[in-house]
């Protein structure tokens, strides 16, 4: 199965964010791309890996003493 290529605008708006933000991602080549002619285009496996890894896993916190610990 070959992968959803995705463009600019798609990308935005599944990350909720604007196209600058994915256009900086692609300039600093923190996420990879495919590029078709002139076209920049992101696979919709990279974009779910890449959401993966900026993911920050939640840590139990809970009232101890005077403060909070995990």
């Known amino acids: 199965m070959v992968d959803r290529l995705l463009n600019v605008a798609q990308v935005a708006e599944q990350l909720g964010t604007k196209e ?3 256009r900086r991602l692609i300039a600093e080549r923190r996420i990879a791309y495919v590029k078709v002619g ?4 992101i696979q919709q496996s990279v974009l779910t890996d890449y959401i993966r890894q900026s993911t920050v896993e939640a840590i139990d916190m809970h009232w101890h003493g005077n403060g909070m610990v995990a």
Do not use: A, D, I
């Open 20 to 22: 600058r933000f994915v």
């Open 38 to 41: 002139t076209h920049v285009r």
